[in-house]
Structures are given as structure tokens and as C-alpha cells.
């Protein structure tokens, strides 16, 4: 994958951050009014956009569950600030990451799915339970939006993950193919025969060291600490490989460059001595943020934020545990393994399948 400040959030491909309200959704219930007044739930409403919930609306449009996608802040997802994706399977040329999602979306829309430009704050979800906020009592999920509320019988959460950014002058600037990546699995096989840095010093960042060592020709690791966080098996791997340098206590200050990163300069922290490290490309492998901060509250979490389950179904670990029927997780926000376009994609397609299950029962 590269990106392009063109592509940035899609705006060249006619993805803007924020679209106006688009296909028939229910309209806002007026204060005060009666139940049976008040909408009809929507039989699936799919949370997020990106590669995962276009997935998952594509197969179930397709099963005429006439699915509501609810677009949030990044209309597309993640996969629209990339120029080119070589690893989506179907396209031997690539194919620029806009383009991807546009066709997908194409794809969801002509078979009947609907898209609305709102981001959910909360999710309230129940058998038994009423609604406090919703007022109805009859359906089983309430979506409250930053402009409105939604009532679905099965909700598909695909919300994505953010990844984490160091925050230093230059990021920005080589950002999306001219240096600066957030994906080593993605980006990796551009910088063939390259001098890169990995920052970072968890399993992620091991991973991504050795991965680049295979064909890049130096792999420098910047670590803010004297030790890896990876595990004992990982870093001895690293610490042996020939290829592998790594640099201790290293704080990252800059990028620098032209039109291309051509270095980054780092701080060491013990003797605040700065130095320039030549390289092409710095893969960032700090971490991601999932997108659930929102679902909290009803979503079981694991310690990072990602939403447990066993494939597309979500489960607790409480003892007896919640029942989580008819809401599925799908994607980036469910995976802290995998992150990649297909991956997300598949588990939107099986997110989608077991909504239509539980809905004809
Ligand atoms: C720079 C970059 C390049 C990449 N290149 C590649 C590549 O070449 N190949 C590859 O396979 N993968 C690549 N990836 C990874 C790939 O983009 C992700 O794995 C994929 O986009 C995950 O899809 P997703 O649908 O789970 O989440 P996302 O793409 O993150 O989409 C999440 C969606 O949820 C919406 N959302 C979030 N919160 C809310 C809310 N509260 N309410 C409503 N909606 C919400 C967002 O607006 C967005 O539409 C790249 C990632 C990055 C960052």
C-alpha cells in the first residue's frame, strides 16, 4: 500500500469525511410520541464502513435484509488514506484503496443497502429490558447517534481501530507512501532492498522487524527502553538476526526529507545526545486504539479494547455469561492479530450471515 495526500481520506475518489444523509432511514421520533407511532426497527444495521461493514452489507442486501450502514467520522474506513493495495486478492495490478471501497460500496448499494452519515455514541441492548432513552420497550437495540436515535433487531459492529502515531514534526508529511506507515504486512514489499526503521519494542514490532529483514537490506529497531516488551522467543530472534540492529532508549524527534523521507532523527534518552538515522521508510508498530470506546458499556472489552468472541459472535467471561443475541463484531475492532483488508472483509461476510440466521431463526 501507498498513499497519497490526494487520497487521504478518499477525497479524490469522492470520499469526503462527512456526506449528507443518504437512502430511507427512519426519521426522528418528535418528542412525546406514542410507540406505535414512532419507526419501525431496522431488521440490521451495520455500524462502520470501512472493508468489514461494506462486507457485511453486501451479503446481506443481497439476503434483502435492506441493512443500514451508519458511516461514522471516516467514511470508508481506514483502507481510503491508502493509494495502492497489492494484497487484495483480485486485483494483480492493485488497486488504489478509494477505488476498493468505492466499488464495494457500489456493490452493497445496488442491492438495496442504505448508508447514513452519523456516528454512534451508545448502544443499548437488551431481551428484557426497557429502553430508557429509546422508549420502546418492543425492540431489542437501540443506536444512539450524535443526531438521532435507531432501533435494529441485529446490529453488525465494525468500527475499525485507529493506529497509534508518534506525534513528531514530518509524520504527518511522509504519511501514506512516501515513508511513514503504519503497516509493515501492507507496505513492507515497497521498500525491497531498503535501509527502514521499526519503532516500537512489543511482539508487533519484532514481528514487523524480522518480517522486514527477509528483503529489506537493514532493519533498525528504536526502542524508548532498555529492553523489549516482546516475548522471550521474539526478541531473542531479533537480537540474533544479522540483518537487525536495534537502538536503545531511542526517542524518535523528526522526520526529514524532500518529496520521500530520507532519515529520522532520534534522541537518546540517557545522554540527550541526537543523531541522523538515514532510512526510506519507518514502520510504526506502537499499537492501535480500537474504536469502542462508544460500546463500552455494552460490549464486553478486553484490556485493549477490542470486543471478545469467538469468530463474529461476542461473548463475556462473566460466570453465567451476558447474552449478546443478535449483535455481531466484525473486523478491525475484533482483531488485534490479522488487520488487513480481507481479513475484515471475511468477517463482515460472516457477520452478515449469522444476522440473517438469527433473524429467520
Ligand atoms: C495506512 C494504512 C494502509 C493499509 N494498507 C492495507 C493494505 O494495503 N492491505 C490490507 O489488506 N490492509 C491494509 N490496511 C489495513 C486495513 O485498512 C484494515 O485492516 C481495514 O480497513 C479494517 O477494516 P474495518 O472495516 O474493520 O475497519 P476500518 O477500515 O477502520 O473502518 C471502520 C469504520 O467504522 C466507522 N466508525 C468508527 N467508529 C464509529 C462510530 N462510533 N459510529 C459509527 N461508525 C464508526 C468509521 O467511520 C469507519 O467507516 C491499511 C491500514 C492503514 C491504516
Same mark, same amino acid.
Given at each position: 500500500?501507498?498513499?497519497?495526500?490526494?487520497?487521504?481520506?478518499?477525497?479524490?475518489?469522492?470520499?469526503?469525511?462527512?456526506?449528507?444523509?443518504?437512502?430511507?432511514?427512519?426519521?426522528?421520533?418528535?418528542?412525546?410520541?406514542?410507540?406505535?407511532?414512532?419507526?419501525?426497527?431496522?431488521?440490521?444495521?451495520?455500524?462502520?464502513?470501512?472493508?468489514?461493514?461494506?462486507?457485511?452489507?453486501?451479503?446481506?442486501?443481497?439476503?434483502?435484509?435492506?441493512?443500514?450502514?451508519?458511516?461514522?467520522?471516516?467514511?470508508?474506513?481506514?483502507?481510503?488514506?491508502?493509494?495502492?493495495?497489492?494484497?487484495?486478492?483480485?486485483?494483480?495490478?492493485?488497486?488504489?484503496?478509494?477505488?476498493?471501497?468505492?466499488?464495494?460500496?457500489?456493490?452493497?448499494?445496488?442491492?438495496?443497502? &442504505?448508508?447514513? *452519515?452519523? =456516528? %454512534? #455514541?451508545?448502544? !443499548?441492548? +437488551?431481551? $428484557?429490558?426497557?429502553? @430508557?432513552?429509546?422508549?420502546?420497550?418492543?425492540?431489542?437495540?437501540?443506536?444512539?447517534?450524535?443526531?438521532?436515535?435507531?432501533?435494529?433487531?441485529?446490529?453488525?459492529?465494525?468500527?475499525?481501530?485507529?493506529?497509534?502515531?508518534?506525534?513528531?514534526?514530518?509524520?504527518?508529511?511522509?504519511?501514506?507512501?512516501?515513508?511513514?506507515?503504519?503497516?509493515?504486512?501492507?507496505?513492507?514489499?515497497?521498500?525491497?532492498?531498503?535501509?527502514?526503521?521499526?519503532?516500537?519494542?512489543?511482539?508487533?514490532?519484532?514481528?514487523?522487524?524480522?518480517?522486514?529483514?527477509?528483503?529489506?537490506?537493514?532493519?533498525?529497531?528504536?526502542?524508548?527502553?532498555?529492553?523489549?516488551?516482546?516475548?522471550?522467543?521474539?526478541?531473542?530472534?531479533?537480537?540474533?538476526?544479522?540483518?537487525?540492529?536495534?537502538?536503545?532508549?531511542?526517542?524518535?524527534?523528526?522526520?526529514?526529507?524532500?518529496? &520521500?523521507?530520507? *532519515?529520522? =532523527? %532520534? #534522541?537518546?534518552? !540517557?545522554? +540527550?545526545? $541526537?543523531?541522523?538515522? @538515514?532510512?526510506?521508510?519507518?514502520?510504526?508498530?506502537?499499537?492501535?486504539?480500537?474504536?469502542?470506546?462508544?460500546?463500552?458499556?455494552?460490549?464486553?472489552?478486553?484490556?485493549?479494547?477490542?470486543?471478545?468472541?469467538?469468530?463474529?459472535?461476542?461473548?463475556?467471561?462473566?460466570?453465567?455469561?451476558?447474552?449478546?443475541?443478535?449483535?455481531?463484531?466484525?473486523?478491525?475492532?475484533?482483531?488485534?492479530?490479522?488487520?488487513?483488508?480481507?481479513?475484515?472483509?471475511?468477517?463482515?461476510?460472516?457477520?452478515?450471515?449469522?444476522?440473517?440466521?438469527?433473524?429467520?431463526?
Amino acid at each position: 500500500m501507498v498513499q497519497s495526500e490526494d487520497s487521504r481520506f478518499g477525497a479524490a475518489l469522492g470520499f469526503q469525511r462527512k456526506r449528507p444523509a443518504q437512502g430511507r432511514a427512519p426519521p426522528k421520533p418528535p418528542p412525546g410520541a406514542s410507540a406505535q407511532r414512532q419507526p419501525q426497527a431496522e431488521k440490521l444495521i451495520i455500524i462502520g464502513s470501512g472493508c468489514a461493514g461494506l462486507s457485511a452489507a453486501i451479503y446481506a442486501a443481497r439476503a434483502g435484509l435492506e441493512p443500514l450502514v451508519i458511516e461514522g467520522s471516516q467514511p470508508g474506513g481506514q483502507l481510503t488514506t491508502t493509494d495502492h493495495v497489492e494484497n487484495f486478492p483480485g486485483f494483480p495490478e492493485g488497486i488504489s484503496g478509494p477505488e476498493l471501497i468505492r466499488n464495494m460500496r457500489r456493490q452493497a448499494e445496488q442491492f438495496g443497502a &442504505r448508508f447514513r *452519515s452519523e =456516528r %454512534i #455514541r451508545r448502544l !443499548e441492548f +437488551s431481551a $428484557e429490558e426497557k429502553f @430508557p432513552r429509546c422508549g420502546r420497550p418492543d425492540v431489542q437495540k437501540c443506536l444512539q447517534g450524535e443526531t438521532e436515535s435507531l432501533w435494529a433487531q441485529t446490529v453488525i459492529v465494525a468500527v475499525g481501530a485507529t493506529p497509534r502515531k508518534l506525534g513528531i514534526p514530518g509524520e504527518e508529511k511522509f504519511f501514506g507512501g512516501r515513508g511513514v506507515s503504519t503497516c509493515a504486512t501492507c507496505d513492507g514489499a515497497f521498500y525491497r532492498h531498503r535501509e527502514v526503521v521499526v519503532v516500537g519494542g512489543g511482539d508487533s514490532a519484532c514481528e514487523d522487524a524480522l518480517f522486514l529483514a527477509r528483503f529489506c537490506s537493514r532493519v533498525h529497531l528504536v526502542h524508548r527502553r532498555d529492553r523489549l516488551r516482546a516475548s522471550k522467543i521474539m526478541a531473542e530472534r531479533v537480537r540474533a538476526h544479522e540483518k537487525i540492529s536495534i537502538l536503545w532508549n531511542s526517542i524518535p524527534v523528526r522526520l526529514d526529507g524532500d518529496e &520521500r523521507l530520507a *532519515s529520522l =532523527r %532520534i #534522541r537518546q534518552g !540517557e545522554t +540527550s545526545k $541526537e543523531q541522523t538515522l @538515514p532510512c526510506s521508510a519507518v514502520f510504526l508498530a506502537i499499537g492501535q486504539e480500537p474504536n469502542t470506546i462508544p460500546f463500552r458499556d455494552a460490549l464486553p472489552l478486553d484490556e485493549r479494547g477490542y470486543i471478545r468472541g469467538e469468530g463474529v459472535k461476542i461473548s463475556s467471561l462473566e460466570d453465567p455469561p451476558r447474552s449478546f443475541e443478535g449483535i455481531f463484531r466484525a473486523g478491525d475492532c475484533a482483531d488485534s492479530s490479522y488487520r488487513q483488508a480481507v481479513t475484515a472483509a471475511a468477517m463482515g461476510c460472516q457477520a452478515a450471515l449469522e444476522a440473517e440466521r438469527s433473524l429467520v431463526g
